[in-house]
């Protein structure tokens, strides 16, 4: 009801009539001007949103996922309950090693490869670990392949702030 009375309500506040509005010509330039100049940044913006798209999937999909190949495992006859808290532990883990990686990395980046090769290969093999979750019926190999995935948001994070 807040939502429906304050847009029903309340006009849009646009500042001083004597400034640009934002259907002017001149609000869009940086925009246009920025895409048409360096198509890197938008390369970059679209690799940031869809590895950081399949991370936030992940939290959320990691313990059905690990569940569900518990049960194809067979082991679903002895009633077991998965250790969530271990492999919580397991995750943040990784999480850190991927960070002393890409602290490792830095020292060789100068001399055999960029950081756009590096987020290139974090990117790739993220996305195979993803991938290779969905080939195996075995409950080690999903939990490996997360802990891989988890190692490459360790590293891709201090890189895209690098």
């Known amino acids: 009801m807040a939502v429906t009375a304050g847009l029903l ?3 849009e506040n646009y500042g001083d009539s004597g400034l640009q509005t934002p259907t002017s010509p001149e609000s869009q330039i940086p925009w246009k001007l920025l895409l048409e100049v360096d198509r890197k940044i938008l390369t970059l913006d679209l ?3 869809c590895f950081e798209g399949s991370m936030y999937l992940f939290i959320f999909f990691w313990s059905p996922a690990l569940k569900s190949s518990h049960a194809l495992a067979h082991y679903s006859h002895f009633n077991t309950i998965l250790p969530f808290g271990l492999i919580f532990a397991s995750f943040m883990g990784a999480m ?3 960070s002393q990686l890409f602290t490792a990395a830095m020292a060789f980046q100068k001399r055999w490869f960029t950081c756009r090769a590096l987020l290139q290969i974090i990117v790739t093999v993220g996305g195979v670990s993803l991938l ?5 019926r075995s409950e080690s190999v999903p939990s490996w392949c997360f802990c891989l995935f988890e190692t490459c948001v360790g590293m891709y994070f201090p890189l895209v702030g690098y």
């Not at 290779?132 to 195996?136: D, L, N, R, S």
């Open 47 to 49: 690799t940031s949103c």
């Open 9 to 11: 309500g309340q006009p």
């Open 96 to 98: 850190m090693s991927g």
């Open 132 to 136: 290779a979750t969905i080939f195996f």
